[in-house]
């Protein structure tokens, strides 16, 4: 098993900041990749951000709704991922979940956080 914590949500103005964390721990073996989706009410979930942890490239992935606002970041000795979100909006409005995709003893997995709120005041 593999267990994924979030941290760092909370309210904040339009034009503010919020940094999220996520960690994994347990039976990891080897993480391909972080991220972060998000589902706000009545709404399907969409990614927000991912991170290859490829030592060699970093590829990241941006949501186009996102780009230039939010900043992803990892830490591969920490298994963690970060994102860093400025410029807020209150349709950032959202429940952020973190996603953590790996390999262990051959079979790939991907595990979920319990999510994190985020609420924009306008």
């Known amino acids: 098993q593999v267990q994924v914590v979030e941290s760092g949500g909370g309210l904040v103005q339009a034009g503010g900041s919020l940094r999220l964390s996520c960690t994994a721990s347990g039976s990891i073996g080897n993480i391909n990749a972080m991220g972060w989706y998000r589902q706000a009410p009545g709404k399907q979930r969409e990614l927000v951000a991912a991170i290859s942890f490829n030592i060699r490239d970093g590829y990241t992935n941006y949501a186009d709704f996102v780009k230039d606002r939010f900043t992803i970041s990892r830490d591969n000795a920490k298994n963690a991922v970060y994102l860093q979100m400025n410029s807020l909006k209150p349709e950032d409005t959202s429940v952020y979940y973190c996603?953590?995709?790996?390999?262990?003893?051959?079979?790939?997995?991907?595990?979920w956080g319990q999510g994190t709120q985020v609420t924009v005041s306008s």
């Open positions: 996603y953590v995709d790996g390999r262990r003893n051959g079979l790939g997995y991907r595990y």
